[in-house]
């Protein structure tokens, strides 16, 4: 296969990573309107609006700030095209976050928000991470070198970590995880996202070590430091979770 992989449209070669990018929001909210429509949901469809602004508004900030952060040798260019271009996933869960969290309060929503989303943000990732995939070097996601018979030569002639597939495995099995979890009893308002959020930030803490990540002088990446932040938020959700698995 070459990459970055482009798909014939007529006379036009549509980027993949660009069409996956779009069918993972549209497939993600499909998904979210089909499980509304299915379960009682206690909040209204003003409320969900608006919670939903505060979540694009806190995404769109917090990944494109973490992202440019990522990359500290280009915060001196000053550059629009900069803030613009450099996006993160990370960002954008922990300042979805932040956004719903902060509308919430405003608005007067206590119930948890965040467990319709839970699937829907599973499916889209999934699907934006094979497009990453499919770009190749273009996108920065892709690992590491590696000898290991996976690895895939991406056109540079160095065969590397298939991140991204790695990352679709990963989530498969968390939604697995908490499907499974679930068959075993209802879980608390909110445990869902919660679970969610605590694996999917575990999981991102660990890996940026196979990719080509800039690094403090205390060995942590920007992203580690985020991951870490995330996961302190949700310290009281762990301990939780590791008493009820101990007992």
């Not at 900069?82 to 969290?101: P, Q, Y």
């Not at 094979?130 to 273009?138: E, N, P, S, T, V």
């Not at 690895?151 to 939604?175: K, Q, S, V």
Request: glycine letters at 10%.
């Amino acid at each position: 296969m070459h990459y970055p992989l482009e798909i014939p449209v007529g006379p036009y070669h549509i980027p993949a990573h660009l069409l996956f990018e779009m069918l993972a929001y549209t497939l993600g909210y499909r998904l979210y309107v089909w499980q509304r429509s299915r379960s009682q949901d206690a909040i209204s469809d003003d409320q969900r609006w608006q919670i939903f602004m505060g979540a694009a508004a806190g995404a769109f900030l917090g990944s494109h700030l973490l992202g440019v952060l990522e990359r500290p040798a280009e915060l001196a260019e000053l550059n629009w095209l900069i803030w613009l271009d450099n996006k993160t996933i990370v960002g954008g869960l922990l300042g979805g976050l932040v956004g719903v969290e902060t509308t919430k309060k405003i608005i007067g929503v206590r119930v948890s928000s965040g467990d319709l989303m839970t699937f829907p943000l599973i499916v889209a990732l999934a699907i934006g991470r094979l497009g990453c995939h499919f770009a190749g070097l273009q996108d920065g996601t892709h690992g590491l070198p590696s000898t290991l018979p996976w690895a895939i030569d991406f056109g540079d002639g160095i065969p590397r970590h298939p991140i991204n597939l790695y990352e679709i495995t990963m989530l498969f099995a968390l939604a697995v995880a908490i499907r499974r979890r679930e068959k075993k009893g209802p879980l608390p308002d909110g445990m869902r996202f919660k679970i969610f959020m605590i694996g999917y930030l575990f999981w991102r803490f660990f890996v940026e070590w196979l990719k080509p990540a800039w690094f403090f002088p205390f060995g942590l990446s920007t992203i580690q430091v985020a991951c870490l932040a995330g996961l302190f938020y949700y310290r009281k959700t762990i301990t939780l979770i590791i008493r009820n698995n101990a007992n």
